[in-house]
């Protein structure tokens, strides 16, 4: 394979200043906390390989559980709205039906894209690999970009959890208890659903509460971890970049001294690198394409519906507030995470265009300053992370300013239409 050549040429060439015996950074080392929160949401995660089948069925057990567990819900919901409820509940059944939607929309993806996705981190260390023992600068700033990148990542994804578990677990759990100080256990569903069953008989009331909490949770976490995992995805890509950009930036006085034979060879072999990381990138995107659209679906129905069953819920408690207003704002986080992401890779995708004209290239021959030419525009060319390069699913710091004034604007006329109907 074209990668495997990359990382036998870049190794076993000449180095062009010392030879670097770094260990490579692997994704499934650095990542473990991610990959630990993949299969806690119950996403199947071609990462981690069990022995046998005996230690396959727990987790198919648990996966298939949690599946039934929010279709039936998701039903349930779908089902209750064809009756009369307020529009207050019915705009607070619209976040858990999001949620939902959002939940089994992840899975199927991961389903689909899983072997695709184990194959982006395998080419990503394999990337890795090929530039620490290039013989480039900045081989250790590379690492600690890593280690960084992969830290931040481990808190996010472990406040991302506690997160997706606390707040439906306080919006679903605080009625019960909210009501049997008030005296009047039993007499309301944490959310104002339909189902077959006589939902406020001991036993089953909790049941279904517990139910309720444990449903919203999943779908919370489903969406939460996947979000991390992308950000993971992009700032390992962010940081070739800048691995790139900094080592030719170093390079530019060495271009002066050495022949025209070693400008070529350290050319071709950076130029090399940059085809290969930019490679990866595009199929990233591709395989990115899908969960754009399924969070531009989505996510402005969590968020707006969020806001008015934090707000304009008369039936609700300061619990049920706190629950609901904490998720929106975890879920605003991550869109702008992900839309700064997308803004940053895009911006140091530029700078190696910047960085390639300032190299000396009128002093060199014409094929190296051809080759410098070729850098300076494939760089030249934005990195768009978008849902099939449609403008509508950009990602980015504009963009993500546009989804929060459409979020305003359909909470006022949310807002409004209550106001109608009352």
């Not at 071609?46 to 929010?70: E, G, H, N, T």
């Not at 899975?107 to 184990?118: A, F, M, N, P």
């Not at 140091?348 to 000396?360: G, M, S, T």
Request: glycine fraction near 4%; charge should be positive; charged fraction near 15%.
């Amino acid at each position: 394979m074209r990668e495997d050549w990359l990382v036998y040429n870049c190794s076993s060439s000449t180095p062009l200043h010392h030879s670097t015996h770094m260990d490579p950074p692997k994704f499934v080392n650095h990542y473990r906390t991610l990959i630990r929160g993949l299969r806690i949401s119950g996403l199947p995660t071609p990462w981690i390989r069990k022995p046998s089948v005996l230690l396959r069925l727990p987790y198919l057990f648990y996966d298939l559980l949690m599946i039934s567990i929010v279709l039936y819900m998701l039903w349930c919901y779908l089902y209750t709205i064809q009756g009369k409820l307020a529009f207050d509940e019915l705009c607070a059944l619209g976040v858990g039906i999001s949620l939902f939607t959002c939940g089994l929309l992840v899975t199927y993806y991961h389903s689909l894209y899983g072997r695709r996705l184990q194959r982006i981190t395998e080419n990503t260390d394999r990337l890795a690999a090929a530039l620490l023992r290039s013989g480039l600068d900045s081989s250790h700033c590379l690492q600690q970009l890593y280690r960084k990148n992969s830290s931040a990542i481990a808190v996010l994804t472990n406040n991302t959890i506690v997160f997706s578990f606390f707040c439906p677990v306080l919006y679903c759990l605080s009625v019960p208890v909210v009501d049997s100080i008030a005296g009047r256990y039993r007499c309301r569903q944490p959310l104002p659903i339909t189902s077959p069953f006589d939902d406020k008989r001991a036993g089953l009331y909790e049941l279904i509460a517990l139910v309720l909490a444990i449903s919203n949770a999943i779908s919370c976490a489903k969406k939460g971890v996947n979000d991390c995992l992308f950000l993971a995805l992009f700032r390992i890509q962010s940081s070739f970049l800048q691995f790139l950009s900094t080592s030719l930036e170093n390079l530019q006085k060495e271009f002066l001294v050495g022949g025209d034979d070693w400008n070529r060879k350290i050319l071709i072999r950076w130029v090399a690198l940059h085809q290969e990381v930019l490679r990866n990138i595009q199929e990233l995107v591709m395989i990115f394409s899908p969960v754009v659209i399924i969070y531009y679906l989505n996510v402005i129905g969590i968020v707006v519906c969020g806001l008015f069953t934090q707000t304009m819920n008369d039936n609700g408690n300061v619990m049920q507030s706190i629950g609901v207003g904490s998720y929106v704002l975890v879920t605003v986080l991550h869109m702008l995470l992900l839309s700064n992401t997308a803004e940053d890779l895009k911006t140091k995708a530029q700078r190696i265009a910047f960085v390639a004209y300032d190299v000396p290239w009128f002093e060199m021959n014409k094929t190296n300053a051809d080759m410098l030419r070729m850098v300076v525009k494939t760089s030249n060319k934005e990195i768009h992370v978008t849902a099939y390069r449609a403008p509508i699913f950009l990602l980015s710091r504009e963009t993500f300013a546009g989804f929060s004034i459409n979020c305003i604007k359909a909470f006022v006329t949310l807002v409004q239409m209550k106001r109608r109907f009352e």
